[in-house]
Each structure stands twice: as structure tokens, then as C-alpha cells.
């Protein structure tokens, strides 16, 4: 498969699957055995892999959050938990997570070093998220591997994506305007903080998903049209999986 309608295909299950483990009844338990709710725990579980920060650095690294809400649960959680230990047993969540829905998935050992070389391939300057998570070793089995290395693209593109909307000239407040008006609540604003975005705005987000699209196929070109085949069926399987009861 050609590059572009590879990254177009892939993006959005990369996407889902990268971030399903945050709010499922096991993560979400885990979090309450430590004492966070569900907030705290994706805060400094998702992170923590940039350490014991002050809260502006995490913010900058999420984005699209409004300052006011990283404040107060990432200050909460980390008054309760130590974000790099926050890090690593949320990273175990997302393992654990694949090895729920993934064990009968065909295909993952060559899923998983097609992906590995893909995060080689990465330029990480700017991605601090990806940075970090792609920092942490890697299970030895196959499930949980998947599933970390997941995780780990879905930081890449969502950390590209960031630094495409800022470079068009955007802020991620507007974008999320652009994009959806309910994001503003799910990302701590009020109904009044919105801001209405204009022509000219969504002029800029069609420019910024055009070149996060041409960042993030970048690494993805060191894989073969053969071998992104591959990593899309089996893409496509692990996305079946995932949802499969």
C-alpha cells in the first residue's frame, strides 16, 4: 500500500486502539485501589512519563486542556502517587489491556517489530509525550507489546498533531472549536470560553491535518508497500479484537 492512503487508513484505528485501556472498568479499578479517580489517573498515569513536573510543563505536552483542569488533578494525583511510578503501573494497564483482547491475533510478532522500526524512524524533537513513552522498555509478550507500541504511535501522531496546529497558527483551544464544540467540556472549558472560529480557522485546521498527516508518514516510510499491508490487516484485526466480547 502507497503511503498516503496507508496513514489514512491507519491513523484513525492507531488512534482508537492507542487509548482504549484509559477508561475501561480495569484501568479505571486500578486507579481506585491507588486511591485516584478516574481524572487523576489519566493524568498522571498518561504523564508521569515526563516525571515529577510542574504542572505547566504537563499541560503544554497534553494540550487542548484548559490550564485550570492539568492544575488541579495532575497537582491532586501527584500529591498521592509518584508520577514516574504513576507512569509505569498505567503503562501496565495498557499492557494488560492487550493482553485481555489480543492473545488470539495473528500476525503480531511481525505487527510488533514493523512498529519498533517505525518509532526508530522517529524525529523526536518537539514530541515530548512520544519522547517519554517511547522511553519505557517494552513487555517480552506479544499482547502487551502490541499494545504498548499502540499507545506509543498514538502519542506520535497526537504529539505531531499538536505542533502542526501551533504551527499553522492555531492555538489547540481553537482547534478544538473547530473540530467539536462538545471537546470543550470533556477538556475542562466553560460553555462561555468557547471560542467561535471563523473561516479563516478552518482554513488553518485543513493546513494542519495536512501536515500532521505528512509528519507522521514520515517514519512509516520505512516500511514497505508489502509490509504496510501487513501492519494494516493486522491493524484491522487487533481493532476487531479490541471490541470483540
Same mark, same amino acid.
Given at each position: 500500500m502507497q503511503l498516503e492512503p496507508f496513514i489514512n487508513e491507519a491513523s484513525p484505528v492507531i488512534g482508537r486502539l492507542g487509548g482504549a485501556f484509559y477508561f475501561t472498568p480495569e484501568t479505571l479499578g486500578r486507579g481506585?485501589?491507588? %486511591? *485516584?479517580n478516574g481524572l487523576q489517573w489519566y493524568y498522571i498515569g498518561r504523564g508521569g512519563v515526563l516525571g515529577d513536573a510542574e504542572w505547566?510543563?504537563?499541560?503544554?505536552?497534553? %494540550?487542548?486542556?484548559?490550564?485550570?483542569?492539568?492544575?488541579?488533578?495532575?497537582?491532586?494525583?501527584? =500529591?498521592?502517587l509518584a508520577p514516574r511510578e504513576g507512569g509505569r503501573l498505567y503503562l501496565e494497564c495498557c499492557r494488560d489491556f492487550g493482553r485481555k483482547h489480543y492473545a488470539d491475533v495473528e500476525g503480531l510478532s511481525t505487527f510488533c517489530s514493523a512498529a519498533e522500526r517505525v518509532i526508530a524512524a522517529v524525529d523526536i524533537e518537539g514530541l515530548a509525550l512520544f519522547a517519554g513513552l517511547s522511553s519505557e522498555p517494552l513487555p517480552d509478550d506479544l499482547p502487551g507489546r502490541a499494545q504498548q507500541l499502540l499507545a506509543v504511535l498514538r502519542e506520535h501522531r497526537g504529539s505531531v498533531h499538536l505542533l502542526?496546529?501551533?504551527?499553522? %497558527? *492555531?492555538? =489547540?483551544?481553537?482547534?478544538?472549536?473547530?473540530?467539536?464544540a462538545d471537546n470543550h467540556k470533556l477538556h475542562g472549558y466553560e460553555p462561555e470560553e468557547m471560542p467561535v472560529p471563523t473561516d479563516a480557522d478552518r482554513a488553518l485546521m485543513v493546513k494542519a491535518d495536512?501536515?500532521?498527516d505528512q509528519l507522521v508518514a514520515k517514519p512509516y516510510a520505512v516500511l514497505t508497500d508489502v509490509e504496510r499491508d501487513a501492519f494494516l490487516k493486522t491493524l484491522q484485526d487487533l481493532d476487531a479484537a479490541a471490541v470483540a466480547e
Open positions: 481506585r485501589e491507588l %486511591g *485516584l505547566p510543563v504537563i499541560a503544554s505536552a497534553f %494540550g487542548y486542556f484548559s490550564l485550570r483542569m492539568v492544575n488541579k488533578f495532575w497537582n491532586s494525583a501527584r =500529591a498521592v502542526a496546529i501551533v504551527g499553522v %497558527g *492555531l492555538t =489547540a483551544h481553537l482547534a478544538d472549536a473547530v473540530r467539536s495536512e501536515l500532521t
